[in-house]
């Protein structure tokens, strides 16, 4: 992991924050010449540590209501299928416009975010295209009632 000084981290904080901040807004805000804060943005971006910038849609395009979705797969009486069906499940889940995040965590679970605009058309979704997927041994929902942190993610994971 490469090791960041306070400055790199002041830079970085400020870009989450706002990308759209130019070099002179930065240098001004952090009290430090251009030069510097151009040179280090330039190294942080060399070095893997800023990939690209990004914007974080508005309230209106984001779900109102989020869920975290736990599905065990039903083991297939062929167990090497296991991991193919998982997979499968995995790439059915992403082709949702729904489904906000899919992982796999173990040999049989798959863990998804999902969203909708209110609390029903989320339950209807997962109900009609989740819990109706062939071979599954439990379907877990976890409705999001508040975030302490990272409720951005929703909002970056959201496509249009």
Same mark, same amino acid.
Request: proline letters at 4%; aromatic letters at 6%; charged letters at 30%.
């Given at each position: 992991?490469?090791?960041?000084?306070?400055?790199?981290?002041a &830079?970085?904080?400020? +870009?989450? /924050?706002?990308?759209?901040?130019?070099?002179s807004? #930065? =240098?001004e805000?952090? $009290?430090?010449?251009?030069?510097?804060?151009?040179f280090?943005?330039k190294k942080?971006?060399e070095?893997?540590v800023?990939?690209?910038?990004?914007?974080?849609l508005g309230?209106?395009?984001?779900?109102?209501?989020?869920?975290?979705v736990?599905?065990?797969a039903e083991?297939?009486? &062929?167990?090497?299928? +296991?991991? /193919?069906?998982?997979?499968?499940l995995?790439?059915? #889940? =992403?082709?949702?416009? $729904?489904?906000?995040?899919?992982?796999?965590s173990?040999?049989?679970?798959?863990?998804?975010?999902?969203?909708?605009e209110n609390?029903?058309?989320?339950d209807?979704?997962?109900?009609?295209?989740?819990?109706?997927?062939?071979?599954?041994?439990?379907v877990?929902?976890?409705?999001i009632?508040?975030f302490?942190k990272g409720?951005e993610l929703?909002?970056?994971?959201?496509?249009?």
């Amino acid at each position: 992991m490469t090791q960041l000084d306070d400055l790199d981290r002041a &830079i970085i904080r400020l +870009l989450k /924050r706002n990308a759209r901040l130019t070099i002179s807004e #930065l =240098s001004e805000q952090l $009290n430090k010449p251009e030069s510097t804060i151009h040179f280090r943005i330039k190294k942080l971006i060399e070095k893997g540590v800023i990939d690209r910038y990004t914007i974080l849609l508005g309230e209106e395009m984001i779900p109102k209501k989020t869920a975290i979705v736990v599905i065990q797969a039903e083991t297939p009486i &062929i167990e090497d299928f +296991l991991e /193919r069906y998982v997979n499968h499940l995995m790439r059915t #889940l =992403s082709m949702m416009p $729904n489904v906000l995040m899919v992982a796999k965590s173990g040999k049989d679970t798959v863990i998804a975010i999902v969203g909708g605009e209110n609390e029903e058309k989320l339950d209807e979704f997962i109900n009609e295209n989740i819990k109706t997927l062939p071979t599954l041994k439990n379907v877990y929902v976890y409705p999001i009632d508040k975030f302490g942190k990272g409720k951005e993610l929703v909002n970056f994971l959201t496509e249009v």
